[in-house]
């Protein structure tokens, strides 16, 4: 099972909307609609953003949206904060069995 | 409130056996729709989901690392540890544990697969 595709990085001023794309297959994202975004600062372990492709866990803001199509699964970051930069990491559950991440995707506010 | 810490050895020798603990406290590990789970992260790398297990004993293994590896579950202890064989360099990593939901409602908006609490992760070493 082979890591999910995400852009090694993105960037975007304070206040502007980013998106980052996370490539599967039709065995994990084309299969599933259980794509899971983490963020994850520097030194600390990773954090629960969004579930079942769209869902958002108490307390996450909702500047933070993911959709799907296909193959692809996105990550919507609007009104972009200083707070939000991070490594972003995809994750799809796959075959039945187990959870594949996605290469990370290092987010920079300008 | 759920929280998760491991526990092992910082440091493990080339070929041995690593192991690791997580100790689960704020609810019990005997929880209906929740396996507990390990996951690393290499230095400057991604994260790589490894195995996890229910409080039944029934495991999930990644296939590229299941030859090498065991999960297990202590029920009295609250505690769910890990074993990684014969270990190189490449096993060097910050491993965490994490709760993780493995179950199907009736609407899809019920289901829940995913790991949601996380501990803050122990680094491991491989070096002689």
């Known amino acids: 099972q082979s890591a999910l595709t995400q852009p090694a990085s993105v960037s975007g001023s304070p206040g502007q909307s980013i998106t980052i794309s996370c490539t599967g297959t039709a065995s994990d994202i084309g299969f599933y609609d259980y794509v899971s975004w983490y963020q994850q600062h520097p030194g600390t372990a990773p954090k629960l953003i969004i579930y079942?492709?769209?869902t958002r866990p108490s307390g996450v803001s909702t500047r933070f949206s993911g959709s799907k199509s296909g193959n692809t699964a996105s990550l919507a970051i609007s009104g972009l904060q200083s707070e939000d930069e991070a490594t972003y990491y995809c994750c799809s559950y796959a075959n039945d069995i187990t959870f594949v991440f996605g290469t990370g995707t290092e987010v920079t506010v300008l | 409130q759920l929280q998760l810490q491991e526990s092992g050895p910082g440091l493990v020798k080339p070929l041995e056996t690593l192991s690791l603990t997580c100790s689960v406290s704020g609810d019990s590990i005997a929880t209906s729709n929740y396996y507990w789970g390990w996951i690393r992260q290499a230095p400057g790398k991604g994260l790589e989901w490894i195995a996890s297990?229910?409080?039944?004993?029934?495991?999930n293994y990644n296939p590229s690392l299941k030859s090498r590896v065991t999960i297990s579950v202590d029920k009295s202890k609250n505690q769910f540890s890990l074993e990684l064989t014969s270990v190189t360099a490449a096993d060097t990593a910050v491993y965490y544990c994490?709760?993780?939901?493995?179950?199907?409602?009736?609407?899809?908006?019920?289901?829940?697969?995913?790991?949601?609490?996380w501990g803050q992760g122990t680094t491991v070493t491989v070096s002689s």
């Open positions: 994490a709760r993780e939901g493995r179950y199907k409602g009736y609407e899809l908006k019920d289901d829940y697969f995913v790991m949601d609490v």
């Open positions: 079942n492709v769209a």
């Open positions: 297990v229910y409080y039944s004993g029934r495991a």
